[in-house]
């Protein structure tokens, strides 16, 4: 009888705070597929004013979360338009003025090339459960498909999003939909990924949406892949602000 009630405690052990472990786990599944040693891709921004959008494609190397260079090809106008990220260093380059800025301090919160992005949603390189404590608060099916749902609470303080919700698919471990909320609960950005396909072993997502819900009238921005190459080698040279004017 002792030793079946000790079996007991330990199922209610194993099963009782599964909510913590379980999300962790599945938070770094979901960290693994959308990040990588190394990445080269091809993209078009696709930024969604109030009475007409524009289209701006570009090309991007990144190393890790810390390091990344883009540079836009078209339209005329923005064509050679770079942006240099060093860990917690951003800068970018306009060939029309013939100047690079460093983006720093309130300057981060400013939209990038209009779209609903901000500069400081680019800036974090640390994982998600570095810096959120999560609960698995739910299974739903969405369009026929099952997700988690995870609440994220920061446990780090300067965070863009103090709170977040996200809906993770159950395959594909990744956050198709997500909430991103100001500390008072108020609803800031909302996300949504779609046409996943299994690119190198490991599913990825190749439509992004991002919606700024404090913007009147936003219709949001989309983010297309055209191409992406993962864990192919880049030259630590890639990423030197000499770059930026050539």
Known sequence: ??????????????????????????????????????????????????????TIKSKSWSIGTEKS???????????????????????????QTDRIIQISGHMLRQSVNGSDMSYKDMMETRSISEIYNLTLEESIFID?????????????????????RAWIDKEY?????????????????????????????KWFPFHY????????????TEWIINEIEFDNEISESRFSKALLRK
């Open 144 to 164: 026929n498909r099952d997700h988690w749902v995870i609440y994220m609470e920061a446990k780090v303080k300067g965070l863009s999003y103090p709170k977040r």
């Open 173 to 201: 471990f990744l956050p198709i939909k997500e909430e991103l909320y100001a500390k008072s609960g108020k609803l800031l950005k909302t996300t949504s990924m779609s046409n996943i396909k299994k690119t190198q072993g």
């Open 69 to 95: 260079f883009t540079e836009n090809l078209s339209p005329a106008r923005e064509a050679g338009t770079k942006m240099l990220k060093l860990e917690e260093k951003l800068w970018t380059y306009s060939p």
């Open 1 to 54: 009888m002792n030793k079946f009630f000790i079996f007991l405690l330990s199922l209610s052990y194993t099963f009782g705070e599964p909510n913590k472990l379980t999300a962790y786990k599945i938070v770094s599944t979901m960290d693994k597929n959308l990040n990588s040693k190394n990445r080269v891709l091809t993209s078009e921004m696709i930024i969604h004013g109030r009475r007409k959008s524009r």
């Open 209 to 220: 949406k991002f919606k700024d819900e404090l913007k009147r009238n936003s219709r949001g």
